[in-house]
């Protein structure tokens, strides 16, 4: 299933909304989102959840890398999760329905101008969240370039006054680097 966002805004501040059915329990679902074994298979980085408000949330991006934190700002378990992730903030919610559930997962921008990187993103991400929950070994492409990026600008015109700066100058390289590290198989050297 292709994923695709919309962009909102949440209290007044900007947003990447993405909203999908799935055909899992909410409780499988939950597992993915904060098992860290699950989470390296599909997340843009290692990440590790104190599953629990103002629990810590810990990212590393590289081995030997100093990591970052974050705060869980919400937790109920097959329900709802969000936390800080560098200055932005991650909401998931899952509810049941019928033989699955709902997944409404929206990232809380720190910088609108990010917007089309980001979703171009977490598009990637949540297709290999599909592949993991299918049974599948998720591997995030490498290299997916400008194409995703370009779409999601033309896409949200809107927003395109805020976008600001030039495609080459987006934090492209950042992103797909925290990608590809996530996508590495144990022992692979990056």
Not at 103 to 121: Q, Y
Request: aromatic letters at 8%; charged letters at 30%.
């Amino acid at each position: 299933m292709n994923t695709r966002a919309r962009f909102v805004d949440v209290d007044g501040r900007p947003a990447i909304q993405f909203e999908k059915q799935c055909p899992h329990q909410p409780e499988r679902l939950w597992r993915a989102l904060t098992d860290p074994a699950d989470l390296a298979r599909w997340f843009p980085c290692r990440v590790d959840i104190e599953p629990r408000e103002d629990g810590t949330v810990t990212f590393t991006d590289e081995p030997g890398a100093e990591p970052t934190t974050g705060t869980v700002l919400a937790c109920e378990p097959a329900q709802r999760l969000a936390y800080t992730w560098e200055g932005d903030e991650l909401w998931f919610t899952l509810s049941p329905s019928g033989q699955g559930s709902v997944l409404v997962f929206a990232n809380v921008l720190g910088d609108r101008e990010t917007a089309a990187m980001v979703a171009a993103g977490w598009t990637t991400c949540l297709d290999e969240l599909d592949a993991l929950l299918a049974g599948g070994n998720p591997r995030i492409p490498k290299g997916a370039g400008r194409e995703p990026i370009e779409e999601y600008i033309a896409a949200m015109p809107e927003w395109k006054h805020d976008i600001g700066r030039r495609l080459d100058e987006l934090d492209e390289e950042r992103f797909r680097s925290r990608v590809r590290r996530a996508a590495a198989l144990p022992g692979e050297k990056m």
